[in-house]
């Protein structure tokens, strides 16, 4: 496992923009597909963005593509997940997180074996 903490989030308006960081301890960060992940209130965890190790591919959903790039510096172990014209419907709190597995699976929660404490993200409308 690796030790994840992000930052970057706070309360923005709609329109406006966050980029979120998410800072990995320990030597294996550059093998590792990261994810983004995000809860609102009330509702199940769910899959944002997700990028390989070697940074190529970025996989989105739906709601997200097109606003939200996801990017990774491997020679800092940090991804980034960076949200423009965002919406109210994107408040939530915001995750990291990190698998050894580098396959079409990274839309999956239990893909990912390590976890950031979140950060929230709160857009105002």
């Known amino acids: 496992q690796v030790q994840l903490a992000e930052s970057g989030g706070g309360l923005v308006q709609a329109g406006g923009s966050l980029r979120l960081s998410c800072e990995a301890s320990?030597?294996?960060?550059?093998?590792?597909?990261m994810g983004w992940f995000r809860q609102a209130p009330g509702k199940e965890r769910e899959f944002v963005a997700a990028?390989?190790?070697?940074?190529?591919?970025?996989y989105y959903t739906d709601s997200v593509k097109g606003r939200f790039t996801i990017s990774r510096d491997n020679a800092k172990n940090t991804v980034y997940l960076q949200m423009n014209s965002l919406k109210p419907e994107d408040t939530a709190v915001y995750y990291c997180?990190?698998?050894?597995?580098?396959?079409?699976?990274?839309?999956?929660?239990?893909?990912?074996?390590?976890w950031g404490q979140g950060t929230q993200v709160t857009v105002s409308s």
């Open positions: 997180a990190a698998t050894r597995v580098d396959s079409i699976l990274l839309h999956i929660r239990s893909t990912y074996d390590s």
């Open positions: 320990g030597r294996t960060f550059s093998r590792r597909a």
């Open positions: 990028i390989r190790w070697s940074g190529n591919s970025g």
